[in-house]
């Protein structure tokens, strides 16, 4: 019997002025948190069509927007309200909880190339041949982390937000003895020339989030 793998997703409430920060110039403040609620949608979609196991919504700044309530509605998503602290923090305290239960996958919602396939693989590696897995993107940091046992030393003192994120996490896991597996590279929506790209290759949905509603 295959191991079930869980699957996290780290959002932040749709709030204009709260989520998609760097998209607000080019979107608005209302239209960025439009986006942000169709990314979570989206990638709440990948996680149910991966099929892997439990699949755990962990938001912020709570878990009372009707979005988060929207999604859980149907009963197969847990909702948890993330810890305080920088990303790390957050990263490690939810691993606690969810390697409770076996082999776990943690996401973010910015990236629309990702893939139930992606979630595939980085599981078949979990079980397989890695104490980690990850897959970067393009700007330097990671969508996804996915881990078979605690390792809370893999997010200390990383510079979150940069470049060198991933960089920096990979000698990190290589100093703690960790085996690690990045089975693809992706790109994710964090600036306006990532939403530009998005249009140009159809990845978003018909409607401009900065005419949606008016």
């Given at each position: 019997?295959?191991?079930?793998?869980?699957?996290?997703?780290?959002?932040?409430?749709?709030?204009?002025?709260?989520?998609?920060?760097?998209?607000?110039?080019?979107?608005?403040?209302?239209?960025?948190?439009?986006?942000?609620?169709?990314?979570i949608g989206r990638t709440v979609g990948v996680a149910r069509a991966a099929g892997l196991g439990s699949i755990s919504l962990w938001c912020?700044?709570?878990?009372?927007?009707?979005?988060?309530?929207?999604?859980?509605?149907?009963?197969?998503?847990?909702?948890?309200?993330?810890?305080?602290?920088?990303?790390?923090?957050?990263?490690?305290?939810?691993?606690?909880?969810?390697?409770?239960?076996?082999?776990?996958?943690?996401?973010?919602?910015?990236?629309?190339?990702?893939?139930?396939?992606?979630?595939?693989?980085?599981?078949?590696?979990?079980?397989?041949?890695?104490?980690?897995?990850?897959?970067?993107?393009?700007?330097?940091?990671?969508?996804?982390?996915?881990?078979?046992?605690?390792?809370?030393?893999?997010?200390?003192?990383?510079?979150?937000?940069?470049?060198?994120?991933?960089?920096?996490?990979?000698?990190?896991?290589?100093?703690?003895?960790?085996?690690?597996?990045?089975?693809?590279?992706?790109?994710?929506?964090?600036?306006?020339?990532?939403?530009?790209?998005?249009?140009?290759?159809?990845?978003?949905?018909?409607?401009?989030?900065?005419?949606?509603?008016?």
């Amino acid at each position: 019997m295959t191991e079930r793998v869980s699957v996290a997703i780290f959002a932040k409430a749709p709030i204009p002025g709260f989520a998609k920060t760097r998209l607000i110039p080019a979107l608005g403040a209302d239209g960025a948190a439009l986006l942000q609620s169709q990314l979570i949608g989206r990638t709440v979609g990948v996680a149910r069509a991966a099929g892997l196991g439990s699949i755990s919504l962990w938001c912020t700044p709570d878990s009372n927007h009707a979005c988060f309530a929207a999604v859980a509605a149907k009963g197969d998503v847990q909702l948890h309200v993330q810890a305080q602290g920088d990303l790390g923090v957050r990263m490690r305290a939810a691993f606690e909880i969810l390697l409770a239960s076996g082999p776990a996958l943690l996401m973010g919602t910015d990236c629309l190339v990702i893939t139930a396939e992606h979630l595939h693989q980085c599981a078949a590696h979990l079980r397989r041949d890695a104490d980690a897995v990850f897959l970067p993107v393009e700007d330097g940091g990671y969508i996804l982390v996915g881990l078979n046992r605690p390792a809370p030393h893999l997010f200390q003192d990383i510079p979150w937000n940069g470049a060198a994120v991933m960089r920096t996490t990979r000698a990190r896991a290589a100093d703690i003895g960790l085996r690690i597996a990045e089975p693809a590279m992706l790109w994710d929506i964090d600036h306006p020339q990532e939403y530009a790209r998005a249009q140009r290759e159809n990845l978003l949905a018909p409607s401009d989030p900065r005419t949606a509603g008016r």
